[in-house]
T-cell receptor
Framework: ELKVEQNPLFLSMQEGKNYTIYCNYSTTSDRLYWYRQDPGKSLESLFVLLSNGAVKQEGRLMASLDTKARLSTLHITAAVHDLSATYFC??????????FGTGTRLTIIP | NAGVMQNPRHLVRRRGQEARLRCSPMKGHSHVYWYRQLPEEGLKFMVYLQKENIIDESGMPKERFSAEFPKEGPSILRIQQVVRGDSAAYFCASQGAYEQYFGPGTRLTVT
């Protein structure tokens, strides 16, 4: 069964702290994606990871991919309030449709 | 360069009515995906279409749901005889070189 699992599901962080969201997937995936969703809004693409060892960074967010471990991480550095949102990882498994994780609802506390 | 467009953005239907959701992909894209997001959940794949072709409908409920993407005009997701459990956000996405670009979604409320 094609599965994508994220943890934690909920995360409260203080501003200025670092944390990591984990995304495990069940079988070989061509690509791994990270999206951000604000309440009542659509999905904003953050990163597309195409190969083993890929690392991408944008501002305070950094994503990495380990295809052997079937694991991707989204690392948040020195969190600020405007990073509060729900973060989804998604994978495609040899076809084009995406299988999404359940999401991590991130709340940054001042 | 307009993004993926969906309309309506909000749709209220009574139980038993029909809902029609429309999606126009980004310019130059000819592949469309529909996903459904139930409250507090992730997105679930429903159907993948090219112009005039359904490529993969493995995520579509067997009854009441249908989708099309005609040669001209937007893709349509049609839900007949809606029930309360159909209340959700429906997103479409169009396929770029490496990723899918999502539209703003249609939030369907069934009363």
């Amino acid at each position: 069964e094609l599965k994508v699992e994220q943890n934690p599901l909920f995360l409260s962080m203080q501003e200025g702290k670092n944390y990591t969201i984990y995304c495990n997937y069940s079988t070989t995936s061509d690509r791994l994606y990270w999206y951000r969703q604000d309440p009542g809004k659509s999905l904003e693409s953050l990163f597309v990871l195409l190969s083993n060892g890929a690392v991408k960074q944008e501002g305070r967010l950094m994503a990495s991919l380990d295809t052997k471990a079937r694991l991707s991480t989204l690392h948040i550095t020195a969190a600020v309030h405007d990073l509060s949102a729900t973060y989804f990882c998604a994978a495609n498994f040899g076809n084009e449709k995406l299988t999404f994780g359940t999401g991590t609802r991130l709340t940054i506390i001042p | 360069n307009a993004g993926v467009m969906q309309n309506p953005r909000h749709l209220v239907r009574r139980r038993g009515q029909e809902a029609r959701l429309r999606c126009s992909p980004m310019k130059g894209h000819s592949h469309v995906y529909w996903y459904r997001q139930l409250p507090e959940e992730g997105l679930k794949f429903m159907v993948y279409l090219q112009k005039e072709n359904i490529i993969d409908e493995s995520g579509m409920p067997k009854e009441r749901f249908s989708a099309e993407f005609p040669k001209e005009g937007p893709s349509i997701l049609r839900i007949q005889q809606v029930v309360r459990g159909d209340s959700a956000a429906y997103f479409c996405a169009s396929q770029g070189a490496y990723e899918q670009y999502f539209g703003p979604g249609t939030r369907l409320t069934v009363t």
